[in-house]
């Protein structure tokens, strides 16, 4: 167990809807990124935040967006869902952004898209 | 892409064999790391590497690095039913924001 929990694990919308999902990171980590991982796919990154500010973001429209709280929880809100937006979403915490090391990833939330 | 892709997609073997995955990547690294996942969940750290390092051992698991080729391999030994999952190397494409890149990963299945 990496101490990284996420919420829902399991989430059914439809498209057009707007869905948000949740992550509580490692004790004593202050860095959040968020990943998304279509079917039989290498996880993509969306975006990393680090002290309650978005520190880099991957290749996905404005829709995605994230908020970092003071205790270094976090959100990814999705709006207007598409089809291809089903996926596993992923979240890692690590201790220090700027660096590459170890991210410890949360068990993932699987959104459905109908 | 800056992204690994690792070698094969699929890979089955029995228990007791030795497993071995490769990892090819396109741009200069800072390290590479090594994930695992079950059956679409969370992913497990296993190894990280860097580039001024050639080999890394722990446990049941050794680790290989080419920066001169841009590839690296993952060998499990004397593998275990237990050790049937998704493979993943992921690289830092030589930046220090913090964005890790995945390739599409390597299914390993281990028959009992």
């Known amino acids: 167990e990496t101490g990284v929990t996420q919420s829902p694990t399991h989430l059914i919308k439809t498209r057009g809807q707007q869905v948000t999902l949740r992550c509580s990171s490692q004790?004593?980590?202050?860095?959040v990124s968020w990943y998304q991982q279509a079917l039989g796919q290498g996880p993509q990154f969306i975006f990393q935040?680090?002290?309650?500010?978005?520190?880099g973001r991957g290749n996905f429209p404005p829709r995605f967006s994230g908020l970092q709280f003071p205790n270094y929880s976090s959100e990814l809100n999705v709006n207007a869902l598409e089809l291809d937006d089903s996926a596993l979403y992923l979240c890692?915490?690590?201790?220090?952004?700027?660096?590459?090391?170890?991210?410890?990833f949360g068990p993932g939330t699987r959104l459905t898209v109908l | 892409s800056q992204q690994g892709e690792e070698d094969p997609q699929a890979l089955s073997i029995q228990e007791g064999e030795n497993a071995t995955m490769n990892c090819s990547y396109k741009?200069?690294?800072?390290?590479l790391q090594w994930y695992r996942q079950n059956s679409g969940r969370g992913l497990v750290h296993l190894i990280l590497?860097?580039?001024?390092?050639r080999e890394k051992h722990s446990g049941r698991l050794r680790v290989t690095l080419d920066t001169s080729k841009k590839s690296s391999s993952l060998l499990i030994t004397a593998s275990r039913a237990a050790d049937t999952a998704s493979y993943f190397c992921?690289?830092?494409?030589?930046?220090?924001?913090?964005?890790?890149?995945f390739g599409r990963g390597t299914q390993l299945t281990v028959w009992p």
């Open positions: 890692a915490s690590s201790l220090v952004a700027g660096h590459t090391d170890t991210q410890y």
């Open positions: 004790s004593g980590h202050n860095t």
């Open positions: 935040y680090y002290r309650e500010e978005e520190n």
């Open positions: 741009t200069s690294i800072n390290n």
């Open positions: 590497i860097r580039s001024n390092e």
């Open positions: 992921a690289t830092d494409g030589g930046s220090t924001l913090g964005r890790l890149y």
